[in-house]
């Protein structure tokens, strides 16, 4: 199994200004992904991360707003640009081993005010 | 694109089996059922998943319709430890799709 951790596990950050989220996993994985958590809600996908190439995003997500990087198979990095509010969220990064199964990190809290 | 549903909330007395049921009428053949669950905000943890068969292991067992298009995951005795959100994901190549989750409630 992966073990995946996240760096910062949580921050407040003014609006207007950007925060780089880090995940590392301890193995490599075939896949990383990026995703969302607003508050009460499900998680939504923010974009797949692809080693050495841009990122792949799903409907409602731009890479000017979450520019993703991954340079290598344990390690990306996710940029939530020009912060509001409403980016107040938690973001989770996951892994995708050979076999199929999906690892999550425990999560960044993000508080934009 | 695969849509997943799920109920919104269950309860469960402690000790009798959970049966958590998930709708995925428009999964793919290639697309895998996941389930996790999510306790206080923490990251989801993972429980089992299946392609087609029934599958079983030490947390759980999922049932998977033969026509695919449904799912139920069993937790056979539940604790009060098991109160979480459960979520049931479809997982492709390059897709992920998550439930809205049901907020399970484990009754002393």
Redesign the interface.
């Known amino acids: 199994s992966a073990v995946?951790s996240q760096k910062p596990s949580r921050d407040i950050c003014q609006r207007g200004t950007s925060l780089t989220i880090q995940c590392q996993v301890d193995s490599q994985v075939t896949?990383m992904?990026w995703y969302r958590?607003q508050p009460g809600q499900?998680?939504?996908?923010i974009a797949?991360a692809n080693q050495g190439s841009e990122a792949?995003y799903e409907s409602g997500f731009v890479i000017d707003k979450f520019p993703i990087s991954r340079p290598n198979l344990t390690f990306s990095t996710l940029t939530v640009s020009n912060m509001s509010p409403e980016d107040s969220s938690?973001y989770?990064c996951s892994g995708?081993d050979r076999d199929?199964?999906?690892?999550?990190?425990?999560?960044t809290?993000l508080t934009v005010t | 694109d695969a849509k997943t549903t799920q109920p919104t909330s269950m309860d469960c007395a402690e000790g009798r089996a959970a049966n958590l049921p998930c709708n995925h009428s428009t999964i793919s053949g290639n697309e895998?059922v996941?389930w996790?669950r999510q306790i206080h905000?923490?990251?989801?943890?993972?429980i089992i998943?299946g392609l087609k068969n029934n599958e079983t292991n030490e947390m759980a067992s999922l049932i998977i319709t033969e026509d695919r298009k449904s799912s139920t995951l069993i937790l056979p005795h539940a604790t009060l430890r098991d109160t979480a959100v459960y979520?049931c994901i479809v997982?492709g190549y390059?897709k992920?799709?998550?439930?809205?989750?049901t907020k399970l409630q484990v009754i002393p």
């Open positions: 995946i896949m992904f958590q499900s998680l939504t996908l797949t792949t938690i989770l995708k199929g199964e999906q690892y999550f990190g425990p999560g809290r | 895998y996941y996790y905000s923490q990251g989801p943890q993972y998943h979520y997982i390059q992920v799709t998550f439930g809205t989750g």
